[in-house]
């Protein structure tokens, strides 16, 4: 019982993120030993591959030689319409008081706060971390309920 | 194809004594007001926002104007960057946004036709088979909402990481996953299709 193992749907859920590499752990260890005896799940992850590297043929136009020049001018331009050197570094030390005081915050009064202050972005890495984890926990809870 | 957007490890700034490697580097410059930093990260990001915003959108003009909007943006809004991502996903994102709150679309350019694998004169037939699987790749891609066309091109044409796309579009890891698992599937649907008429 301790030993599961993945069915072919399940399996075939998680080809797109076996092949750009994002799973780890327990579930990619059982995605590949799956792959290694099942030769439809292998035949489906190389249609897979085929069918991704028929999308990579496909390229686009050259961006215009003067798109550098054209957004720097324009920089340029806003620059001297609001001359921000000081005014930026004195945003930058805004912000920077704000992320101070909701860290303080946060160490003051437990917990929440300094979550609070933290854009989307920051979380990504626990997140990703996590993401293996509970597409695992996931998996073991398909198993366990059975097909 | 495009050129690869990445210039790693050059060193274009004025001072070639300082070597500037990295986004990060160039970013803290840049929030000082060092133009000539700005000015390099600009270069970097130019061809892979562009591609990025152009196969969203698939008009040229759209894209570059787009590019040109969010970098004007990005440097605007820099002062307020405080690395919690990295400067590409931070600058896509205000591209994407861009993109999405894009009301009136032009029509399709037809650069991409242009653009394709250089035709091959001597195999006249290969290069006519190209030129139909690269049109049933860009059908496919049309068909895709906008949120799993987007997870799927900086996927695979960008090379981003679930959670480099998960920045760029604000959305969580799994929720990538989960985008990027139905824009394959959809995609893959309509190309069999294609390949069950002969197309491709
Ligand atoms: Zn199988």
Redesign the pocket.
């Given at each position: 019982m301790s030993n599961h193992s993945m069915?072919?749907g399940q399996?075939k859920r998680l080809l797109p993120p076996f092949l750009d590499e994002e799973l780890s752990g327990r579930v990619r260890e059982q995605t590949a030993s799956?792959l290694a005896s099942?030769p439809?799940?292998r035949a489906e992850l190389e249609a897979l591959k085929a069918d991704m590297g028929l999308l990579e043929q496909v390229g686009t136009p050259e961006v215009s030689p003067f798109l550098v020049t054209r957004v720097m001018a324009e920089v340029r331009e806003r620059r001297r319409a609001a001359p921000h050197g000081f005014a930026r570094l004195a945003g930058s030390l805004a912000a920077a008081l704000v992320v101070a005081v909701s860290i303080g915050a946060g160490v003051l009064f437990g917990s929440g706060l300094a979550q609070t202050a933290t854009p989307v972005a920051e979380n990504s890495t626990e997140e990703a971390v996590s993401y293996v984890e509970s597409s695992a926990a996931d998996m073991y809870a398909m198993m366990a309920g059975g097909d | 194809m495009s050129h690869c957007p990445h210039s790693r490890g050059r060193t274009i700034l004025s001072h070639p004594e300082v070597p500037v490697t990295n986004d990060a580097d160039l970013v803290r410059k840049a929030q000082t007001g060092d133009l000539a930093a700005f000015e390099e990260l600009v270069r970097r990001h130019q061809h892979g926002l562009f591609s990025y915003l152009y196969r969203m959108c698939r008009n040229a003009s759209d894209a570059e104007e787009m590019a040109q909007v969010a970098m004007v943006k990005a440097w605007e809004k820099l002062g307020g960057f405080r690395g919690a991502s990295s400067f590409k996903t931070w600058l896509y994102r205000i591209g994407t946004n861009l993109c999405f709150n894009l009301r009136t679309r032009r029509k399709p350019t037809e650069e991409l036709y242009e653009t394709m694998a250089a035709p091959d004169n001597e195999r006249p037939e290969a290069a006519f088979q190209q030129k139909l699987r690269e049109e049933a790749v860009r059908k496919a891609l049309d068909c895709l909402p906008e949120d799993q066309r987007a997870a799927l091109v900086l996927s695979v044409y960008q090379d981003m990481s679930y959670k480099e796309i998960a920045e760029t579009l604000g959305k969580t890891v799994r929720a990538v996953d989960s985008l990027l698992f139905r824009a394959k599937s959809n995609v893959r649907k309509v190309l069999a299709e294609d390949r069950a008429k002969g197309i491709i």
């Open positions: 069915n072919c399996v799956h099942c439809a799940c | -």
